[in-house]
């Protein structure tokens, strides 16, 4: 009887060592991951492009055009790494700001490849957004894992009757203004 119990302890050692390792193996998964984290390559972005310009003819003989001209687009992020935070290593938060700047919408005249007698419709139009991104959102949830922010700058809108009246044509809506 001794024997048969002396052999079953040497398989409840065997399955306490096995927990054991177990548990270790998981915390240096864990910290591994976090070291991972912190040691990651980033990707720093300052993108600057000049965005479309986009032309449509009120018919297809007409030399009166609407035309958007999206101005520039801008986009950089920065990293920021939460020094108040109780986990180490600290979690890093990615800032990305997309700006699109100088925006106009106009009527004109296209003729010999040039824009004759130019009417703002809306004047330069700036839009500002902030996207927050949590790197460490499966460790560190007290930052939401995505935070939006967005601004549109005031803007200057024009009304002039002749330019209302185009507008209908151009976006094929069946109203008259």
């Not at 912190?38 to 449509?56: E, G, W, Y």
């Not at 297809?60 to 935070?85: K, Q, R, W, Y």
């Not at 700047?101 to 010999?112: A, G, P, V």
């Not at 460490?136 to 002749?162: D, G, H, R, T």
């Amino acid at each position: 009887l001794y024997s048969i119990l002396a052999f079953i302890d040497n398989f409840q050692a065997a399955k306490q060592a096995l927990a054991e390792a177990t548990v270790q193996a998981a915390g240096m998964a864990a910290t591994g991951v976090k070291e991972l984290a912190q040691r990651s390559s980033r990707m720093a972005l300052d993108i600057n492009i000049k965005a479309p310009v986009v032309v449509i003819p009120q018919s297809p003989v007409s030399e009166n055009v609407f035309v958007a001209d999206f101005g520039l687009i801008t986009m950089t992020n920065t990293f920021h790494m939460i020094t108040e935070s109780q986990s180490s290593p600290p979690p890093v938060i990615d800032l990305i700001t997309i700006k699109l700047s100088e925006m106009r919408l106009y009527r004109s005249r296209f003729i010999n490849d040039a824009y004759q007698e130019v009417l703002d419709l809306l004047l330069p139009l700036n839009l500002e957004v902030v996207v927050e991104r949590n790197l460490c959102w499966e460790w560190y949830q007290e930052v939401p894992c995505f935070n939006v922010n967005a601004q549109l700058k005031p803007m200057e809108v024009e009304s002039i009757q002749n330019v209302l009246v185009m507008l209908p044509t151009i976006c094929k809506c069946p109203a008259a203004f």
